[in-house]
T-cell receptor, first 110, second 113 residues
Framework: NAGVTQTPKFQVLKTGQSMTLQCAQDMNHEYMSWYRQDPGMGLRLIHYSVGAGITDQGEVPNGYNVSRSTTEDFPLRLLSAAPSQTSVYFC?????????FGPGTRLLVL | SQQGEEDPQALSIQEGENATMNCSYKTSINNLQWYRQNSGRGLVHLILIRSNEREKHSGRLRVTLDTSKKSSSLLITASRAADTASYFCATAVMYYGNNRLAFGKGNQVVVIP
């Protein structure tokens, strides 16, 4: 099993550009989530999904969209990137009590 | 909102010593989990303690939970250089049969060989 994979590993965007951060898992987990990690802030929940077709907002959803068309994939879209979205983004999937994290995507918005 | 708040924020110890980290939270929880993050990597689950448990052990890890004080502690015994990492507590509430986690800001631990 590859576990949770994320692409790209690193991305530089200009303000106003759009992009999609990819997340995939091969563990057949229903629950998936996106976090952002900023220095001194820990991890903050952006969006999550309890299964295909069901998504909901987390703590910091503004500026991000998600969809969940399959169990395996949970992409995170930035429609118009802003410098405040410079961060490290982690995707996670979980079965019951434990979350499994991907390696992260480091995003720089200029 | 941020649930867990770890204390101390940074810890530097000699190899072989014990490392203790504390975490406080504000609301009722289903369980509390500790995760480790090595530099530049994703988080890795270490240990989970349920709200009706007071203490749990896993290898060199010992976690305690005091729900009356809304606090938890993580003890790493006989630390090794490989334990150098950031440690996060996360409080969990059940949602659709899974845990929705709220993470603290993390504890940076440096173990000096």
């Amino acid at each position: 099993n590859a576990g949770v994979t994320q692409t790209p590993k690193f991305q530089v965007l200009k303000t106003g550009q759009s992009m999609t951060l990819q997340c995939a898992q091969d563990m057949n987990h229903e629950y998936m989530s996106w976090y952002r990690q900023d220095p001194g802030m820990g991890l903050r929940l952006i969006h999550y999904s309890v299964g295909a077709g069901i998504t909901d907002q987390g703590e910091v959803p503004n500026g991000y969209n998600v969809s969940r068309s399959t169990t395996e994939d949970f992409p995170l879209r930035l429609l118009s990137a802003a410098p405040s979205q410079t961060s490290v983004y982690f995707c996670a999937s979980s079965f019951l009590e434990t979350q499994y994290f991907g390696p992260g995507t480091r995003l720089l918005v200029l | 909102s941020q649930q867990g708040e770890e204390d101390p924020q940074a810890l530097s110890i000699q190899e072989g010593e014990n490392a203790t980290m504390n975490c406080s939270y504000k609301t009722s929880i289903n369980n509390l989990q500790w995760y480790r993050q090595n530099s530049g990597r994703g988080l890795v689950h270490l240990i989970l303690i349920r709200s009706n448990e007071r203490e749990k052990h896993s290898g060199r890890l010992r976690v305690t939970l005091d729900t009356s004080k809304k606090s938890s502690s993580l003890l790493i015994t006989a630390s090794r250089a490989a334990d150098t990492a950031s440690y996060f507590c996360a409080t969990a509430v059940m949602y659709y049969g899974n845990n929705r986690l709220a993470f603290g800001k993390g504890n940076q631990v440096v173990v000096i060989p």
